[in-house]
């Protein structure tokens, strides 16, 4: 009987495990693969809201998130605790995701161990140092330890062959989280949430916001909450859902500037599916998130980015997202252009969504297949000894 090829995924948040639950599932159907979870913990509670609803049980969970931490702390935790599974695993691969510190320490414990990176969500950038912070950072550095690059658009391979990446091994796949997406979304969903369950989104125009990066914090958070509480003041159609991050930076300004007004909804962040479904019913979405800006053309809602800068051009090539900024004139004068300007409204809404077609992990899962299957990756790239 021939012996699997031991594929070892790793993530540590809950965009992490959005992403990667597709290609878990897939691999778990998968005969040809003996597959390896490792939870990070990173985020504890906001991970373990997508572990329940896609059955993903770890193998290892680290359980490293600990009040107050810093990068430092993260880092040396999960380059630490990563090294003794992969020493006890020896996988002839690990899988990362994304941008996170979990993806960068994780890669970089596997090259010190000279175990093949696979790097799904390859090739995004803002080609800004801080910006956002430590995010690009951590791509860029995940980018020159991986050995296999599953970028979700032709942009995200231009971006890593000007950086050198050879093409062969850059794989166009499409992003997973339409994977997801598209697995949990459900036309008429009822909400049970004691706040969701009362608005008349048929009547009604929400709002839905989330910002939480840490480029926010401070002064563009507190702009951004301004331009809410006018927007919500000048339209007495409108009620805003605001999904407040859990981080207090984000939670003392949020509940300090709108905790007074009755038509805007300051919630602790929803499990996925609900979040989905809330999605789906909203009017028009105000993010800094980059998932968000990737699922809700999907489901057809506009996307207004509270940044600067996105490392996701494609979806403002598109027409499906724009960038607005922080500065609360900005925002509230392209809210009412979605508002005022119906045509402005639907070229945003029937815009083709540029991220996938839902077969993102099946393309990964099967590159996965012909990789493994050729033992020249692991004597060149070396392995363990």
């Known amino acids: 009987m021939l012996c699997k090829k031991k594929?070892?995924?790793?993530?540590?948040?809950?965009?992490?495990?959005?992403?990667?639950?597709?290609?878990?599932?897939?691999?778990?159907?998968?005969?040809e693969f003996c597959s390896i979870i490792v939870a990070t913990a990173q985020h504890r509670e906001m991970l373990d809201q997508v572990l329940?609803?896609?059955?993903?049980?770890?193998?290892?969970?680290?359980?490293?998130?600990?009040?107050g931490q810093n990068l430092f702390d993260l880092t040396g935790r999960v380059l630490v605790e990563i090294r003794k599974v992969l020493e006890e695993e020896k996988p002839d691969m690990v899988l990362v995701q994304g941008d996170t510190t979990t993806t960068f320490a994780a890669a970089l414990a596997a090259f010190y161990l000279k175990i093949p990176?696979?790097?799904?969500?390859?090739?995004?950038r803002t080609f800004i140092k801080y910006c956002p912070f430590p995010e690009e950072i951590n791509r860029v550095l995940t980018t020159h330890i991986a050995d296999f690059h599953f970028a979700p658009t032709e942009n995200a391979k231009k971006n890593l062959l000007k950086e050198g990446i050879s093409a062969d091994r850059i794989y166009v796949t499409g992003n997973t989280v339409i994977d997801a997406l598209l697995?949990?979304?459900?036309?008429?969903?009822?909400?049970?949430?004691?706040?969701?369950?009362?608005?008349?989104?048929?009547?009604?125009?929400?709002?839905?916001?989330?910002?939480?990066?840490?480029?926010?914090?401070?002064?563009?958070?507190r702009d951004i909450c301004k331009a809410v509480d006018k927007i919500v003041k000048f339209y007495p159609e409108i009620e805003v859902?605001?999904?407040?991050?859990?981080?207090?930076?984000?939670?003392?300004?949020?509940?300090?500037?709108?905790?007074?007004n009755?038509?805007?909804?300051?919630?602790?962040?929803?499990?996925?599916?609900?979040?989905?479904?809330?999605?789906?019913?909203?009017?028009?979405?105000?993010?800094?998130?980059?998932?968000?800006?990737?699922?809700?053309?999907?489901l057809g809602r506009p996307v207004l980015v509270l940044r600067e800068t996105t490392e996701r051009p494609e979806g403002v090539e598109a027409g499906t997202v724009k960038v607005v900024g922080t500065r609360v004139e900005n925002i509230i004068a392209e809210v009412e252009k979605l508002l005022k300007n119906h045509g402005d409204y639907e070229r945003m809404a029937r815009s083709v969504n540029p991220y996938g077609d839902g077969k993102s992990s099946n393309r990964i899962v099967s590159k996965l297949k012909e990789?493994?299957?050729?033992?020249?990756?692991f004597e060149t790239e070396g392995h363990f000894e």
């Open 241 to 260: 859902v605001f999904s407040v991050h859990l981080n207090p930076q984000v939670r003392e300004v949020a509940h300090s500037i709108l905790k007074d």
């Open 52 to 67: 329940r609803l896609f059955k993903i049980v770890p193998d290892y969970d680290l359980d490293i998130m600990s009040p």
């Open 117 to 124: 990176v696979g790097y799904i969500e390859a090739g995004l």
């Open 7 to 31: 594929l070892l995924t790793i993530f540590g948040t809950r965009p992490e495990a959005i992403k990667l639950a597709p290609i878990v599932k897939e691999l778990e159907s998968s005969s």
């Open 183 to 221: 697995s949990v979304v459900k036309e008429n969903y009822v909400f049970n949430h004691p706040v969701l369950s009362k608005i008349d989104f048929d009547s009604r125009k929400v709002i839905l916001v989330t910002a939480h990066r840490r480029e926010s914090w401070g002064k563009p958070l």
């Open 262 to 298: 009755r038509r805007i909804h300051l919630m602790d962040p929803l499990d996925y599916e609900p979040f989905v479904q809330l999605m789906n019913r909203s009017y028009i979405i105000l993010t800094d998130s980059g998932g968000i800006q990737e699922e809700a053309p999907s």
């Open 371 to 377: 990789l493994l299957s050729k033992k020249t990756i």
